[in-house]
């Protein structure tokens, strides 16, 4: 009942910037903690970023200081700011929720992803 449509990836040189919007719909009470996973080839998928309804932040030591995650509730929706992207930041990103429906009083919902490529 809940559906993830990630946006906003694309091919940038290192140092560069991309934001990423996940917008989620569907039969959604409310949405509770959103994230961000990406995985690179050969690699497994992980954690990047984590906020709560309440806005209450979690990331990955990999992306302090360079990474901002936020949502708009009103809008169900969640981004991720990626500034000073590294070559190592390539992968592909996917967006991630719990969410109570009509249905569920609570499950893990998860996008297709979208590509972030970070390349000279």
């Known amino acids: 009942q809940v559906q993830l449509v990630e946006s906003g990836g694309g091919l940038v040189q290192p140092g560069g910037s991309l934001r990423l919007s996940c917008a989620a719909s569907?039969?959604?009470?409310?949405?509770?903690?959103m994230g961000w996973y990406r995985q690179a080839p050969g690699k497994q998928r992980e954690l990047v970023a984590t906020?709560?309804?309440?806005?209450?932040?979690n990331y990955a030591d990999s992306v302090k200081g360079r990474f901002t995650i936020s949502r708009d509730n009103a809008k169900d929706t969640v981004y991720l700011q990626m500034n000073s992207l590294k070559p190592e930041d390539t992968a592909v990103y996917y967006c991630?929720?719990?969410?109570?429906?009509?249905?569920?009083?609570?499950?893990?919902?998860w996008g297709q992803g979208t590509q972030v490529t970070v390349s000279s």
């Open positions: 991630n929720c719990d969410a109570e429906t009509v249905r569920m009083p609570s499950a893990n919902y």
């Open positions: 569907g039969s959604i009470f409310r949405l509770y903690t």
């Open positions: 906020i709560t309804r309440g806005a209450i932040t």
